[in-house]
């Protein structure tokens, strides 16, 4: 009987307290707060974003290393009318993609083999994906990690600009005030 009356009367302390928290009328409005500072110019019509791609996010998709990565700025406008820029990050300088690597080996026999490695990209509404192809389709190597920057441009910018499309990253940056 004593168990019964210790939880009849908890059960009626928290009905109390609970029926106690009430909500009443919303109070008044208060005062306009302090204009914060003024950011930096933004451009609406040009999306820009760092992506850094892991080895481990590459996989082998029988003829080259892929990776696809997910970017919403790439909208159905800019997809249909716009342009989709991506460059790689390669010894401190932002190249655009398709590019092509070129290098050599000297063998044991002392004679010497010829390579390349060849980046494309693709995109699609909400995405983009990065190809690297070894001339000889050979899948042993597997790319490092690598930075990559995406520019997203939608068409009415690109008609107000058109020198600027296909130009170097660094132009590309000062010319839409892209953040780094």
């Not at 204009?35 to 609406?44: C, F, I, L, R, T």
Request: net charge negative; hydrophobic share 35%.
């Amino acid at each position: 009987m004593k168990k019964i009356s210790v939880f009849l009367t908890i059960v009626i302390a928290l009905g109390l307290m609970i029926s106690c928290v009430k909500e009443g009328p919303m109070g008044p409005v208060g005062p306009q707060g302090p204009v914060g500072p003024q950011g930096p110019e933004g451009n609406a019509n040009v999306a820009s974003s760092t992506i850094t791609v892991y080895s481990d996010d590459w996989y082998w998709d029988n003829t080259s290393w892929r990776v696809d990565f997910d970017y919403p700025a790439i909208t159905s406008n800019i997809y249909n009318s716009g342009v989709v820029l991506i460059f790689m990050e390669s010894d401190d300088t932002w190249r655009q993609i398709p590019m092509t690597f070129y290098y050599s080996e000297e063998n044991e026999d002392g004679t010497v083999s010829y390579y390349s490695s060849s980046l494309e990209t693709s995109f699609y509404q909400g995405g983009a994906s990065v190809f690297w192809t070894e001339n000889d389709f050979y899948d042993g190597f597997r790319p490092d990690t690598r930075r990559f920057r995406i520019v997203a441009i939608a068409a009415s910018y690109v008609h107000e600009h058109p020198e600027v499309v296909g130009s170097d990253y660094e132009t590309l940056r000062q010319a839409f005030q892209l953040e780094d």
